[in-house]
């Protein structure tokens, strides 16, 4: 049974490191961030079999891909609150010779990251060439991905959906992180996308929805179920309904803070409405990152 | 002057199929994934021994780049098959951040590169790839000249860590090259010596570079041709050897000029060994309807037109 007051606190925590990372560097994505908290902590303690240390190869356990990068800010957050790399190492975000490029990658070794993503509607694609090697290796484990709505407005999303269930993709759960707002506004205004249930279901995936994406004991729950609708033949989508800005009331309900810091004031009008849990992350940056004055 | 045998035309992509039969046999991990073009890519042998790691995705290349590397999480090693044009200008971007970004052992495998798809026409030929392909940083760049280099070449990649970009063709070529040959990913080989000129050519250009010194070689002209399998990492070591020795260099290749293996090498010489050098290649065009041997010679890929590239720069020694 999950210590659910332990894990309220940890997302807490985890708002906390998005405000205080963005705002450190004036830039990066707080909104969508605040939005998937919630799954993020969910994932990381409650629904992957993984294991503590990292190899890049994740054989015998489950993997995690984010194919929507630009939320980098909670899944750095999660990540080293999960005892992949220092806590201390997020006060160098997108900072010059940090591990945490704006975006996710590889390329720095940061453990954690099987991909680099951030350009948009690559991770369906990467999950089901992770999740066909699962199956070829006799690998029980299962392969998690989320996207973001606006993102299937990618081509490349449909190339692979149409795989995954045309090749029985089943040991792969797609969570499309349902918030409605893109960065130029609602997705609906953007560019509209109907029906996506029904849309994945005419490809022929299982698809659930997690009706409050912001609710903790909800995406728990919700994830569980899912998991135990893999290996039925059909891959499963997970359409987590979330509020971008979630927990910080003048940054919900709206695209405005999809790719914008808050200022001083704001930060602190912030961190106040998600009080202190775990401590705040430490000032000290790590000794391989210099920062220049 | 050596002479070197056709010993019976062959088409380099059944060189690709042929190797990546053999893989399969002795390489487990080896995986193979096709967008619709199963037989243009020889592939059909792989497949059918061994369905299980055979990977048909359709018309959708940017899914199968995607899904290449996916696979190689968990130790697979893939290789990726279709025209060059869909494998490289098509999914640039799924190579850019998924593959090379990502450091990923995918090896794109590439047929009917350059202008030899003949009447099918620019839409489906390209010559631009090597130059896209060798942009990305990591990126190894190969083009081979024959069946049974194109053969040892699949396999040695296998065992090499990394992205690979291998480039074939699509018509029968002579075969020449030693059927045992010990593929060196990097290493160029030295096929003729000569003192008066160096002819550094790739893929099917190599044919076509030694005919021209045989022709040269008639006029007391002693040209020494290296193949450049590897583009990228260039064998700096090998060329500069040469160019110090003949003072001058025509490079060959069925590519554009711009951004192909003669670029590489004028930056190479640039900054260490400055030489005049003439390059064989297209002039910033798109490639048309024709023949395969039409093209060539319209485009002037061929060996009169390296026989007058190397009159020219000896002139300007």
Redesign the interface.
């Known amino acids: 049974m999950a210590d659910y007051k332990a894990l309220e606190d940890l997302v807490i925590q985890v708002r906390r490191d998005i405000l205080r990372q963005v705002h450190k560097v004036n830039s990066g994505h707080p909104g969508g961030s605040l939005g998937c908290t919630e799954f993020f902590v969910a994932l990381y303690n409650e629904i992957l079999e993984r294991k503590d240390s990292f190899a ?4 015998d356990e489950d ?1 995690f ?1 984010l194919s929507n990068g630009h939320i980098s800010p909670v899944f750095y957050s999660v990540l080293a609150r999960s005892g992949y790399f220092p806590v201390s190492e997020l006060n160098t975000f997108r900072l010059l010779n940090s591990r945490l490029q704006g975006h996710p ?3 720095e070794g940061l453990p954690g990251i ?6 948009l ?14 199956k ?2 006799k ?1 029980n484990h299962l392969v998690y991905t989320l996207c973001g709505d606006g993102e299937l407005q990618e ?2 999303n449909w ?2 959906i ?2 995954a269930a045309g090749n029985g993709v089943d040991n792969l759960i797609v969570t499309v992180d349902l918030n409605g707002q893109q960065i130029d506004g609602s997705t609906d205004n953007v560019l509209p996308m109907g029906n996506i249930k029904a849309k994945f279901e005419a490809f022929g995936w299982d698809v659930m929805d997690i009706e409050n994406g912001n609710d903790l004991k909800a995406v728990i729950s919700g994830m569980k179920k899912a998991k135990e609708k893999t290996g039925s033949g059909k891959p499963i989508c997970v359409l987590l309904h979330t509020v971008m800005g979630n927990g910080v009331d003048f940054m919900m309900h709206t695209h405005d803070w999809h790719g914008k810091a808050p200022d001083d004031q704001q930060l602190e009008n912030a961190l106040s409405q998600n009080p202190v849990t775990l401590g705040i992350i430490s000032p000290t940056p790590s000794p391989s990152i210099r920062i220049y004055p | 002057m050596k002479k070197y045998t056709d010993t019976g035309k062959k088409d380099t992509r059944s060189g690709f199929g042929d190797g990546l039969t053999e893989l399969g046999k002795k390489n487990e991990d080896v ?1 193979a994934l096709c967008a619709d073009l199963t037989g243009s890519l020889k592939m059909d042998d792989f497949k059918k021994n061994h369905p ?2 055979f ?1 048909q ?2 018309i ?1 290349e ?15 090693i ?1 290789f990726t098959g279709t025209f060059a044009n869909f494998s490289t200008g098509r999914v640039y ?2 190579i ?3 593959v090379a ?4 052992n995918v090896k794109i495998c590439a047929s009917h590169a350059g202008l030899t798809l003949g009447e099918d026409g620019a839409t489906h030929q390209i010559l631009e790839d090597i130059g896209l392909m060798k942009m990305l940083p990591g990126m190894t760049v190969i083009n081979t000249c024959d069946y049974n280099q194109t053969k040892a070449a699949t396999i040695a990649i296998a065992d090499y860590e990394g992205p690979v970009y291998l480039r074939f063709g699509r018509p029968k070529v002579a075969n020449f090259t030693p059927e045992d040959q010990n593929f060196q990913i990097g290493k160029a080989v030295l096929l003729q010596e000569g003192a008066d000129v160096t002819i550094i050519a790739t893929g099917h250009l190599v044919w076509e570079a030694l005919q021209a010194a045989e022709t040269l070689f008639e006029k007391g002209i002693h040209a020494e041709v290296i193949n450049i399998h590897t583009i990228k990492p260039l064998d700096d070591e090998a060329i500069l050897k040469s160019v110090k020795k003949t003072g001058c260099v025509v490079t060959a290749e069925e590519h554009n000029f711009l951004g192909g293996l003669g670029e590489s090498v004028a930056r190479l010489l640039s900054t260490q060994h400055p030489a005049p050098q003439e390059l064989i290649a297209t002039q910033d065009t798109f490639g048309e309807s024709g023949t395969p041997e039409q093209l060539m010679d319209k485009y002037g890929l061929n060996a009169s037109a390296i026989v007058n590239a190397v009159n020219k720069v000896i002139a300007r020694k």
């Not at chain 2, 899914?63 to 697979?76: C, H, L, Q, V």
């Open positions: 890049m190869d994740g054989k993997i891909f990658t590889t390329h099987r991909i680099a993503s951030g350009s509607g690559q991770g369906i694609s990467v999950s089901i060439g992770a999740a066909l090697t699962k070829l290796n690998d081509g490349q190339e692979a149409m795989y | 995986v299980e790691r990977f995705v359709g959708a940017a899914n199968m780049i995607g899904m290449a590397a996916g696979m190689t999480i968990g130790g697979k893939p971007d799924q850019r951040q998924s970004y990502s450091g990923k």
